[in-house]
């Protein structure tokens, strides 16, 4: 058995009917090889941000313990999208969306691939459901933790759906 990795997916959908699409999506992470799924945050439905949209995105964030490396699992959160019929388009609306937001505080920055996720701590659609399974969490490179960078946002807007 390999190193198990503390990680955490932020997931979203605003296409077809996005709270099945987000429940289904948490429903099959749990079937991911070599990952277990700790637990999940409450949906939640959020204004979409960075996009010229009228559809209103559900997010949540799981909490998975994973033997794969970063790189494996990315692969798996894109095949993922894709079972769900994505769009990988800049701007786009989209059945689903998987981001790998932290995987056992390391910091990668690739071209495909940056943990953690660049744009997060601007990100109430991201905070808020991660603050109910890891508020404590402190990362790296802000130095803060989750329930401290939320102080730093406007988290109006953002409606608790489940």
Known sequence: ??????CYLGLGSNLGD???????AISRIGSLPLTDLSSHSRLYKTAPVGMDSLNWFVNAVCE??????PRSLLELCLDLERAFGRDRARGKDRELDVDILYYSDCIIWEYDLKIPHPRLSQRAFVLVPWSEIAGG???????????????DIDLRGIEEIS
Do not use: A
């Open 137 to 151: 969490l402190v990362l790296r490179p802000w130095g803060k933790s989750i329930t401290d960078l939320m102080k």
């Open 1 to 6: 058995m390999g190193r198990t990795h503390l």
């Open 18 to 24: 996005p709270k099945q699409n987000v429940l289904s």
């Open 64 to 69: 998975i313990r994973t033997e794969l490396g």
